[in-house]
């Protein structure tokens, strides 16, 4: 049975059914909701509740709880237990207003709990504001699911602009891991190829998170692909991005960065940093250890200086560990970190295997420790091979 008023109410018309085995108290309530502008369903019996449920998808439903056969507890679990129902508001009516059923009721899934006789102006009040609240949650999860489908396609975009292949080289390899905290993220990486033996390495983490970042984080690479002449003095190429992204200096965002040539005909790596965590060496036979670098202040904050620009050689075998924060920082769900001493170990533990081996154990090693808990900032590794 069905009422359809045509007068609005204050929230959008609903779908409302009312379920009570009393004839004179389902009287009552329609009249009581008649001119409300909702699509009323009315029920005798929870199973004939739960067969016009299943069809109509009520958003609101006036359960009485003591009823013949199925009572109402039953039919709010039965509701909360099928998908398509679960999302309706359930009030209970009770001529019983002990506790223990206020709170059996609530524990179950339902939203309210009134007591009969009913007050017509109590219905009113607490159906439109469960009403509006629930229309309020819907719109939110509407809007919700428009923007992560944008920064899902930011971040598909984003991704695009990273190296789609690493450059090939009979003694040297490239591998890289990239993951952000969420869709479109901050960090970024490159692998540039200078010349027949020379590569530049940029890893970069701008401050935050979201589309700003990801933003900031993809002009930053247009400055790397557009720098003029060879990008193969890391020193200027830092203090050309700094110089490039004046406008932003007297924001609150910043970047760190780290920009490295390798030449593999002199077997040599040239390194300049701007506040971000020192590459790791992995050499056979010593522990990891972050290469001894000068660093200069963070980009994109105010005049870098001079920028100091160091020369370590390599040996064949070694290993060079870029990274973003977000590696040495993971936490675990009791809020324990993934620090740079557990990054240093492990990568000692796992020695110097091939670049593509380094980049899957750790990430396998740093997701065992977060154990399922989501990141907090963006991830990136890269793991140069020098053979």
Known sequence: MSTDEPTAGAVPPSTILVVDDSATNLQVVVRTLYGSGHRILVARDGATALDIAARAVPDLVLLDVMMPGMDGFEVCRALKARAETRGAAVIFMSARGDLSDKVSGLELGAVDYITKPIQPEEVLARVAAHLSRQQLERALRVSRDKLDRELAGAARMQRSILPARMPEHPRVSFAAYYETSRHAGG?????????????????????????????????????????????????????????????????????????????????????????????????????????????????????????????????????????????????????????????????????????????????????????????EDDQTLLVVGFD
């Open 187 to 375: 960090d970024y990486y490159d692998v540039l190829s200078l010349g027949p033996d020379r590569f530049g390495i940029m890893v970069a983490d701008v401050s935050g998170h979201g589309a700003p970042s990801a933003i900031v984080m993809a002009m930053i690479r247009a400055v790397v692909h557009t720098y003029p002449g060879v990008p193969d003095d890391p020193a200027a190429v830092l203090a050309h991005i700094n110089r490039h992204f004046r406008f932003l200096w007297e924001s609150s965002m910043y970047a760190t960065a780290v920009y490295a040539v390798f030449d593999a005909g002199r077997q040599t790596v040239r390194v300049s940093c701007a506040g971000h965590p020192p590459p790791l060496l992995l050499r056979s036979g010593a522990a990891a250890a972050p290469l001894a670098i000068e660093s200069t202040m963070c980009l994109i904050w105010d005049e870098l200086g001079i920028v100091p620009c160091v020369e370590h050689p390599l040996r064949a075998g070694d290993r060079v560990v870029f990274y973003t924060d977000g590696i040495t920082e993971r936490q675990a769900g009791d809020g324990t970190m993934y620090d740079s001493d557990q990054f240093a170990a492990a990568l000692t533990r796992i020695g110097a295997e091939p670049a593509a081996d380094i980049v899957r154990e750790l990430v396998a090693e740093v997701d065992r420790f977060a154990a399922g808990h989501e990141p």
